[in-house]
């Protein structure tokens, strides 16, 4: 969720760097909640001024007859920081934060192609970088910290205008029943360290991972290269579902406990099903219809002993 600085700053008086300093004395004398002004060069920022530096000059020993008279190019700081109206508010943090210590709380001078725009003070600025973090934070599984289902519908939506897609859809086999002997802790672990395996085969720039909720996971690439994905992902999911059994559930490779009827049976280790859909031999028109066709091909999947996957061809 990208906010831009823009939409949060305000404007300010801004001064040619050829006035007196009396003029910004003036300025601050008539507006006690101004602290800092803007010094341009044709509408360019080439400084700042902020309230307290210039009265730590003035208010030196000889200060104010030295530089009252004279312009605020002796007096104001340079280079300061400048972003692009459309610069997201948290890379503006960043770099907000990475200044030096008696630069940290000057304001942001907020740019608009290159021209002065506005400014946002520092308080300004967390305060709308905790309001953009608690939402994006709303739209999180708070288990796995993957987007959940509101960002998993806009992805699917867009996807269908991409030429070329693959969803991937993950569900743990057994994993009622490991919870019902382990408990949620481990469930949750479980859970958890599946997230981890999923972000390693399948996060990256172009890709989309999401958590749909308890163990059902989905993923969107940009291509129909699966197959060696799924081969890869089983194998190490195998190797990774081992630190989660006691030694006697590996060796006989099943744990015994209740069914949804009350009924106490054996139940294999869990296993992962990876259902696929792609736009290769078929042109999807809504989200729903795509949410449909993948759900059938988890239900087939999940009828296939052990880990495996299976695409709609």
């Not at 990256?204 to 799924?230: M, Q, S, V, W």
């Not at 999911?237 to 949804?260: A, M, V």
């Not at 290769?280 to 028109?285: D, E, Q, S």
């Not at 059938?296 to 052990?306: L, N, P, Q, T």
């Amino acid at each position: 969720m990208a906010v831009n600085i823009g939409s949060i700053a305000e404007k300010v008086p801004c001064i040619s760097q050829y006035e007196k300093n009396l003029v910004v004395d003036q300025l601050f004398y008539n507006n006690s909640e101004l602290q800092g002004i803007v010094v341009v060069n044709q509408e360019i920022p080439v400084g700042i001024i902020t309230r307290t530096h210039f009265y730590q000059k003035i208010g030196t020993l000889y200060g104010y007859n030295l530089y009252m008279g004279r312009t605020v190019e002796l007096l104001f700081k340079k280079d300061p920081l400048a972003v692009e109206y459309l610069d997201s508010i948290t890379e503006v943090s960043k770099l907000a934060m990475q200044r030096k210590a008696e630069d940290l709380y000057d304001d942001v001078i907020v740019t608009n192609k290159g021209r002065f725009a506005g400014i946002v003070s520092i308080q300004k600025l967390l305060m709308k970088l905790v309001d953009v973090q608690v939402e994006f934070a709303s739209f999180l599984n708070p288990l796995t910290r993957l987007p959940g289902n509101t960002t998993i519908e806009e992805k699917i939506k867009n996807s269908l205008a991409q030429s070329e897609f693959s969803i991937m859809y993950f569900d743990l086999d057994q994993f009622k029943a490991y919870n019902d002997t382990y408990g949620f802790k481990k469930g949750d672990q479980l859970l958890q360290s599946v997230a981890q395996l999923l972000k390693e085969h399948i996060q990256k720039d172009d890709h989309f991972l999401g958590h749909i909720g308890g163990d059902d996971f989905i993923a969107i690439i940009p291509h129909y290269c699966y197959k060696r994905l799924c081969d890869n992902l089983i194998k190490d999911f195998n190797i990774l579902i081992k630190r989660f059994y006691s030694t006697e559930h590996l060796s006989q490779q099943y744990i015994t406990t209740e069914d949804r009827q009350g009924v106490i049976r054996k139940f294999p280790l869990v296993s992962i099903s990876i259902a696929i859909v792609t736009n290769k031999n078929k042109v999807y028109r809504s989200a729903e219809e795509l949410v449909e066709i993948v759900t059938a091909v988890k239900k087939r999947c999940k009828e296939i002993k052990g880990s495996c996957y299976l695409a709609d061809l």
